[in-house]
């Protein structure tokens, strides 16, 4: 990686830019039209006449900032909620409160939940094309609310399966599929640090309700941890879905349920590799992490503290990773975290983990298990462009269904036959894994991004005035053919693995 000066945060163009007309021609010829005002309602977040900004006036930031809070609430009570899955769990597979449940069950319920959250991207997407980001937003609010209230008064594994399962997962997807690609629309050169910002949310989420359901299960029962739960959720996202504004109409953004297209792009299946085998690591860890306590003979107060600490990890070092990406580059950052997540789970999780000094060191590297959060939005823009980011990560979302929903399930699987903290070591190995596979996807398209650059003629001295925000580049015929020409002139499988060496600001 190159530690020069930060050029530029915006996406470089890529291959699907070159198709696509300026951002900024269609939006400011609406900011010019002269409208008749009308009247709006609470969830209309179309902007007024006074509220349409040119593009060629649009400032860093400005209500950025509520929106970057606001998103950082909806996460906090979206997945931060679901991370504290791991008391919940931990609490069903001692207590047996649930008639006809399994331990596998309870795995399942954990990984659903995720998963139906990505399913129903595609619905919520359209949503939001149709109905708008608030409404979308309060519908999620709603169905969350409403999961927690099924699940205070569920018995049965069915009933839990839809409450906390499927109910739950509908509503943070609405949620989450609504907020996701805000932030990146109001910053250009802090981009990924307001993103990493809002996306931390989830780690305080996680850690509040992670000491915080612990208690309430402790001294009110799970029934009304549920019932308070819910009260607090609705709240929250409720207001938020009031006062969120993006800014869809103004960079042209996209929303297509299904963009086939990207699927015939090598890139980006080196994008969702990075992200299938990462969520199959961060699931396994961040529901286990309270089981695997347990397991080793600590307390439940103990390891709740575990999983908050975890939580923690991921609410402060998700800025931190923003800042880095903006200065270092996005996929080095995000390439060098995963990296790192695999080589504390092969040592750090494996051998200091038995000891629970050990145990909370490794729950301190809980931000680069989850780099996959702070870093997906922006690195999508890198490899697809802003207008096409909401699209491509419809997409995404529908691919990671399948790893979300069994991550757990697999690894509890992997748990061997035996007392203490070595039940988990199949586990642990696997969750490595999983990183490393998860870091090569990353690094392979690090290079193609390279590759992109050099042939688009994009280098260090010119970068700053080639690229702004989304602008895109038209390349004259003759500078397409001389691309193809070289493209043919190179072995691209040594230009892949050459370029996997190469340190450069990416």
Known sequence: MTLGPNPSTAPAPSRQNASFPPSNQAPMANARAAVEPESKSLFDDSPEDGEAVKEDEFKEGGYGWVVVFGVWLVNMHTWGLISSYAIFLAYYLRSGSIIGASPLFFAFIGGLSTSMALLVSPLATYSIKTLGTRITLFIGAVFEAGSFIGASFS???????????????????????????????????????????????????????????????????????????AITCFTVNGCVSLIIKDRNKAVGAKHIAFHKDLFFQPEYWLFVGWGFFGIIGYIIVVFSIADFALQAGFTSNQASLASAMFNLSQALGRPA??????????????????????????????????????????????????????????????????????????????????????????????????????????????????????????????????????????????????????????????????????????????????????????
């Open 155 to 229: 018995t049965h594994a069915w009933q839990l399966l839809l409450s906390q399962g499927v109910c739950f997962g509908l509503g943070m997807g609405f949620c989450f599929t609504a907020t996701v690609g805000i932030v990146p629309q109001w910053f250009t050169k802090r981009r990924s640090f307001a993103n990493a910002l809002a996306t931390g949310g989830s780690g305080f989420g996680g850690l509040t309700y992670a000491l915080g359901a612990n208690a309430m299960i402790t001294n009110l029962g799970l029934e009304w941890a549920f019932r308070i739960l």
């Open 321 to 506: 990773i923003g800042l880095l990406s903006d200065r270092l580059g996005k996929m080095n950052v995000a390439g060098i975290g995963t990296l790192i997540a695999s080589v504390v789970a092969f040592f750090l999780w494996i051998f200091a983990g038995k000891y629970f000094a050990g145990l909370i060191i490794y729950a301190l590297f809980g931000a680069v298990a989850g780099i996959l959060w702070p870093c997906v939005g922006p690195v999508g823009a890198e490899v697809v462009g802003i207008q096409l980011l909401p699209a491509a990560l419809s997409l995404y979302w529908i691919v990671l269904v399948f790893p979300a929903t069994f991550a757990e399930v697999i690894g509890l699987s992997l748990k061997r036959e035996m007392i203490g903290a070595g039940v988990y070591l199949n586990v642990q190995v696997f969750t490595g894994f999983m990183f490393f596979a998860s870091f090569l996807s990353m690094w392979l398209l690090r290079s193609w991004k390279l590759r992109q650059t050099e042939y688009l003629g994009f280098y260090e001295k010119g970068q700053e005035a080639a690229i702004h925000n989304v602008a895109v580049i038209h390349p004259s015929e003759e500078s397409k053919h001389e691309v193809v020409s070289t493209r043919r002139q190179q072995n691209t499988v040594v230009s892949y693995i050459t370029n996997m060496f190469v340190m450069k600001r990416l």
